[in-house]
């Protein structure tokens, strides 16, 4: 499938929060949005969308940086203390300081203007692809994750190496499902911070690389053959 023909395919329906000060440039992205089978809520101020997405559910929210009232990095970090709801940055602000901002909020992903619409959808379906797998309530998420003699039971929240028990923390066995949910894929140190750490990331916080070290010497010697866990210099980790 090419990349248009994915962008006229989202991965399942889903409520996007589109809050965005300039009302030509939110109109035409709702447009866009619901043309391609999204649910959009319209904001046009920091203080009317941070209390829209606090108050309300939503699988992705498409966040401006410079808006009226409160701007979009205070909003995130206010978003932060009550909602870990996968967030894309959207401004004209695309110098690598704004970027590091950005992150450091609690931003998942981070899109200068102007930006194509294909690639802000397939973006889109990137972060929707990670989150929604994970929902509890999600069908396409099996009980059951294998790979080679590795097992993880996702009722009971443990894992076995040939039929025996690894003894792992509970955010240590979350950060394996994780990866054995998305292998192959390279997941970013922020998104990792909201889905398992359930805090915004910090540049200066080394917690996440603590959890994955431990876990990698645990997998380690259960499975000394394979280096499971590896590091993608500059952009986070990847399951192989």
């Given amino acids: 499938m090419n990349a248009e023909a994915s962008a006229n395919k989202p991965f399942q329906p889903a ?4 809050i965005e000060d300039d009302k030509t440039v939110n109109d035409s992205l709702a447009d866009a949005l619901q043309s391609r089978g999204y ?3 319209q904001c046009f101020d920091g203080r009317d969308g941070l209390l829209t997405a606090i108050n309300q559910s939503f699988h992705l929210i498409l966040l401006d940086k410079l808006l009226p009232v409160i701007d ?5 970090l206010r978003l932060r203390q009550y909602r870990d709801t996968p967030v894309i940055m959207l401004t004209a602000c695309g110098a690598e300081q704004d970027r590091i901002d950005g992150f450091s909020s609690g931003a998942d992903d981070y899109l200068p203007k102007p930006f194509n619409m294909t690639e802000l959808q397939l973006r889109i379906e990137a972060l929707l692809r990670r989150s929604m797998r994970l929902m ?3 069908p396409l998420a099996p009980e059951l994750l294998r790979d080679g003699v590795l097992q993880l039971d996702a009722v009971s929240q443990t894992a076995c190496c040939a039929g025996k ?5 509970p955010i240590e066995y979350c950060l394996l499902e994780v ?4 292998r192959d894929e390279v997941l970013s140190k922020p998104y990792l911070y909201q889905l398992v750490l359930s805090k915004p990331f910090s540049r200066y916080d080394r917690s996440l690389d603590m959890h994955i070290s431990n876990l990698r010497a645990k997998l380690v010697k259960v499975i000394p053959e394979k280096k499971l866990i590896k590091t993608v210099h500059g952009k986070g980790y990847c399951y192989q």
């Avoid at 409520?15 to 589109?18: A, D, E, S, T, V």
């Avoid at 979009?72 to 995130?76: H, P, R, S, T, Y």
């Avoid at 028990?165 to 923390?169: A, G, S």
């Avoid at 990866?179 to 998305?182: D, H, T, V």
């Fill in 136 to 138: 509890e309530d999600d």
């Fill in 15 to 18: 409520r996007i929060l589109l």
């Fill in 179 to 182: 990866f054995l949910r998305q």
């Fill in 39 to 41: 649910q959009v809520r």
């Fill in 72 to 76: 979009g990095l205070e909003v995130l």
């Fill in 165 to 169: 028990e690894i003894n792992l923390t």
